[in-house]
Each structure stands twice: as structure tokens, then as C-alpha cells.
């Protein structure tokens, strides 16, 4: 017969409820993060464009710059294209939706990219945490869908928007919020912008696909 020691036993309990411990903690942070931008920061009102973190020194790329370069990589994509199968590239390119995420927050950024990737086959996606950084380096007639932001530093959802019009006629946009909105008095201000589409948070996974989805049917 073996006769345990004291200590061992001790030692098995404790680690075993420091297992417990643990596996109660992952299951509260998995309820806690199950919306997408539930609790990420609190809402601070504040009039549009002030209290920038974003610095607008230096950003002389003018939209006919922009034309210009996406004019060129659009014509070596095309170029590139013709070497492929192009029965091939006509059936992924009608399933395929590329979707442009702009959101302050990087955490929201994260938790929106991996929404997405769980669905490779239909959406590509490219994201930003600097609305300017957006600007200058979007693709006009390229992207399906854009998934703005509205509260950010610096330019607000509504002014990007209103630039990525004057680069492309055609994008769709739905603009995400933590707030309420008045839509009557944002067309007075904002005229070129369709606000056909608010994506409230915080929302679910499915949820967000869903009305992804019903923008690009």
C-alpha cells in the first residue's frame, strides 16, 4: 500500500483549481467579446473633426493623384489577368467581395478582419485604423463594399465618405456607430452620401454577415 504525502495532495488540489480557475476566466471573456464592439471604449461625444489624433501635414496627394496611380495599377492587373483562365476569374470574381473596414479602433479592426476570413471564399478584405491612410490608398471601382466608422479623429466616417464618392460613384457604404443618428440633418450637411445602411454596435458575428450580405445581393 502506498501512503501519499501530505504535500502531493495539497499540491493536486490547488492546481486543480487553479484549472478551474482559469477555465471559468477564458469562458467569461468569450461572453464578454461574443459582440463586436460591446464595451470597447466608452462613448465620448464630440463635434465632428475636432480633437484629432490623426495629423492632415503632409497629405498633399490630391484625388487626381490617386486616380492616376489606381489608373495604373488597374492596368497592370488587367494585364496580368489575361495570362489566367479567364472563365475562372468571371466565376470567383461574382462570388468574391472585397470589402474596405475603417474603424479607429484596433481592436474592432481585429474582431471585424477574422468575422470575415471565416468565409475566404467570399470576402477579401482590407482594413485601416487611419481614415487618411484609407484615402490615399484606395482603389476606386475596386472595392464592393466599405465598412466605415463613423466617430474617428481627425476625418469623420461622413468626410471619408463624401472623398471616396469623388474617387469612385459606384462604392457602397455602411456606416457603423455606437450612437444615434440624425439622418435628415446628416444629408443637409453631407448631400453626395447615401445613408442607406447603419450598422449599429454592438453586433454579433452572424449578424454583421447578414446585413454584409443583404448590402452586396
Known sequence: MTVANGSQLQTRVISMDLTLDMCKLFVAKRQATSLI????????????GSHSNYSLEGFDKSLDEIRTNSNHDSAVEAKNARK???????????????????????????????????????????????????????????????????????????????????????????????GEMNQEAIREIYPKISLGCFIKKPIGASELVERVNSQLD
Not at 464592439?37 to 465632428?48: F, L, M, T, V
Not at 468571371?90 to 474596405?100: E, G, V
Request: charged share 20%.
Open 37 to 48: 464592439g460591446y464595451a470597447s471604449r466608452p462613448h465620448i461625444p464630440q463635434e465632428i
Open 84 to 178: 489566367s483562365d479567364l472563365s475562372s476569374i468571371r466565376s470567383r470574381s461574382q462570388w468574391l467581395k472585397r470589402i474596405l473596414i475603417v474603424d479607429d479602433e484596433p481592436d474592432i479592426i481585429f474582431t471585424l478582419k477574422s468575422v470575415f476570413e471565416e468565409y475566404p471564399a467570399r470576402f477579401q478584405v482590407s482594413a485601416h485604423v487611419n481614415p487618411v491612410e484609407a484615402l490615399s490608398t484606395f482603389k476606386p471601382n475596386y472595392y464592393d463594399l466599405g465598412l466605415i466608422d463613423i466617430n474617428m479623429p481627425g476625418m469623420n466616417g461622413f468626410q471619408l465618405c463624401e472623398k471616396l464618392v469623388d474617387l469612385d460613384a459606384n462604392i457602397r457604404v455602411c456606416f457603423m456607430t455606437g
